[in-house]
């Protein structure tokens, strides 16, 4: 799928939709991981900095605001 210049795939197993990580049907098609592949939520540092007044909680605060964004997309593969 692409939603402008963001290219994603969509599994219709559903696993990424319910736990913020790519299924294991994606890296039969991927080599790499990357880190917009996982949910934001899941970053180590998410819970400590995310909103907060600096570069890194304005990075994540963004970050989710991606996912949301293209929540129904799938797994981003290109920025």
């Not at 991927?30 to 570069?55: G, T």
Request: glycine share 6%; hydrophobic share 35%; aromatic share 16%.
């Amino acid at each position: 799928r692409r939603s402008g210049e963001k290219l994603f795939i969509h599994c219709s197993c559903g696993f990424y939709h319910r736990t913020g990580l790519p299924c294991p049907h994606f890296f039969f098609l991927i080599d790499e991981i990357d880190l917009m592949m996982i949910h934001v939520r899941y970053w180590k540092v998410y819970h400590a900095y995310f909103n907060e007044d600096s570069d890194i909680g304005r990075y994540l605060t963004r970050a989710q605001a991606q996912l949301f964004e293209n929540r129904t997309c799938g797994i981003p593969i290109m920025s």
